[in-house]
Every structure is written in C-alpha cells, then in structure tokens.
C-alpha cells in the first residue's frame, strides 16, 4: 500500500457527502493500493450526526481506509490536504432563487477559502460542488493567495453526465459510446450543453440527432434537471452529484482521453470569454494538467449561448463582490 492521501469531504451530514464518501473509502477514486485517510467537515450544529458516519465507515472494514477523523474547524480539517471536496452549501429547495442561495453560501467559501490556504498542500486539488458552485469556486480562490487558481475547479461533470444519459436514451446506444459533448458556463439554467462536435462511436451527432429536439428539448431539458429532480424527490441530485464528482476528481487527478468540462478561471484568451469568472469550457487534462480545447469553430447560436451563460456569470460575480479581495 502507498502512503495515505488526505482527502476532505466538507458537509459530511449532508447527502451528497453521504453518496460520496463510501465510494472514496472503497478505493473507487485512487484504485484498491491506495490508502486514503478521510477529513470530515461540518458545522458545529450538527457535527455530531458525523458520527453515526465514522461508525458506519468502520463497520465497511475497507483495506483502503486508513482513518477518518472529524471536526467543525476548518484549518483542522484542511491541514496537509491533498484533495478536497467543497460539498457542503445550503442546498437550494423549492422556489429558492439563485441569488438568495449564491448570498447565503458565500460566506461559508471565504472561510474556506483562507483556511485552504494557510494549511493545505500546495499542490492541492480542491472540487466544488456546493452550489452555485462556479462563483463560489471563484470566492474561494480569491481568498486563497497562497494558492494558484488552477488549485481549484467547479464541478459541471454532473451536466455533462446528463447530457450524455440524455442523447444515450434519444438514439438507443450506451453512454460510453458517445464523445465530445461539452456544456458550457455555469452549473445553471444557462448553461449550454453542446452537441456540436459530438460523436457516436465515429459518427457525427449533428448527422443523428434532429436539430429542433437539440434546441427545444435537450438543452431544456439539461438545463432544467436540477429542478426537474427537487420537484420529483423533494430533494437536490445527491447520488448523481457524488457520481459525477468522483468522475470529475479521477479524470483530473490521472488525466482523461476524452474532453470533459469542468469550471476553470478564464483569462479572457478563450473563445472570448471575460476574465476572472469559473466558466466550463471543453477541456482536455494529460497527467493533471489542464487545458481548454481551443480554436474550435463556434456559430452564432453558440455565441449567443455563451454569452447568456457568462452574462449570468458577471451578475453572480458583482452580487459577491465584497467577498472577492
């Protein structure tokens, strides 16, 4: 077995913790010869429901874990981590707008964001998941200065997760026979999922798929899941969200051969995207290296998504501005 790897999981109380941290113990995230030690974060209320967790963490005997401890303090939980999960947030209910949630869990990303940068590894790989995850990736890191930018991404693996299911369930193929579909912007309703340079096996999407249920019903409805799922269960993704994060910290940390999306820190270079916003572009990582697939050719119906999706995105950063130094 291999040295432990630190990795912290805020909001252990919450589901998507729940969902998420069995499958990190198990070995599912760094292979079955590594040991992993578990950081459990959560807020002094209810910190002690972790417990019952620990417990039943235990009860699992999986060779993989090395140990789990548990705490209310940030800079405890944080220390010497290697990989982070920002999961805990207010989940969004029904009928909760967007920016009363982007207003209640800012706060809780500034906290973070300093105690990640006064204790973690400097090579740190910190996930958001907690919503509205792409500004929050951004408060985070602008309250990180010892870190780097690229030290942080927000989680839009889930949408991209979807789109896939989506267009699998449409033509009658499995998920992994599809390629480069790709959402753009933020973890919302503006999103855009792209079908543009998707591929079934070597053929082109846009040769398969009709172009008006792509327009009318696709991107609707990816857009919309999130809610489609509080309405149907009375409670946000919390399965789907873990799935999707694990999918997300694996592809980052061994690199993927496919383009995946994920929120990284725009510098304005590409496809003109303003800076100094997390915004998901397609994005191809080689031995945790990032980088945005540039140069792909980009229609007017794209632009105009893109740029409803980044609008959104300068909106939630001005409602946050007192937050970001």
């Known amino acids: 077995m291999k040295k432990p790897i630190k990795i912290v999981v805020t909001g252990a109380a919450g589901n998507i913790a729940y969902a998420l941290v069995f499958r990190i113990a198990s070995g599912e995230l760094f292979g079955k010869k590594q040991l992993v030690q578990l950081s459990l974060l959560e807020v002094p209320q209810v910190v002690d429901k972790v417990k019952g967790l620990v417990m039943e963490l235990e009860d699992c005997a999986f060779p993989t874990l090395q140990g789990v401890t548990v705490s209310d303090n940030p800079e405890i939980a944080f220390a010497d981590a290697e990989i982070v999960f920002l999961v805990g947030a207010k989940p969004r209910g029904p009928g909760m707008e967007r920016n009363d949630l982007l207003i209640e869990n800012s706060n809780i990303f500034k906290v973070q964001g300093k105690a990640l940068s006064s204790v973690a590894k400097k090579n740190v790989k910190i996930l958001v998941v ?43 193929c499995r998920a992994t026979d599809l390629k480069q579909v790709v959402v753009w912007g933020n973890h919302s309703a503006t999103q855009f999922p792209d079908t543009t340079y998707g591929l079934y096996k070597t053929k082109k999407l846009k040769t398969i798929l009709d172009s008006s249920w792509v327009k009318n019903t696709f991107i609707p409805e990816i857009q919309q899941r999130g809610a489609a799922i509080i309405k149907a269960r009375g409670a ?56 945005i697939i540039k140069n792909l050719s980009i229609d007017d119906f794209q632009a105009e998504r893109i740029k409803a999706t980044e609008k959104e995105l300068l909106e939630e950063r001005d409602i946050v501005k007192n937050l970001i130094p």
């Open 130 to 172: 907690g919503n509205p995850a792409n500004t929050n990736t951004l408060i985070a890191m602008a309250n990180a200065p010892k870190l780097k930018h690229d030290n942080f991404s927000s989680m839009m693996r889930l949408d991209q997760n979807r789109a896939y299911a989506s267009i699998a369930q449409k033509i009658g």
């Open 236 to 291: 946000s993704s919390a399965a789907s969200a873990a799935s999707a994060a694990i999918d997300h910290m694996k592809s980052w940390v061994f690199g993927d051969s496919q383009w995946v999306s994920m929120g990284v820190l725009s510098n304005g270079n590409a496809y003109r995207v303003a800076n100094d916003i997390y915004f998901s572009f397609p994005i191809k990582i080689n031995k945790g290296k990032v980088k």
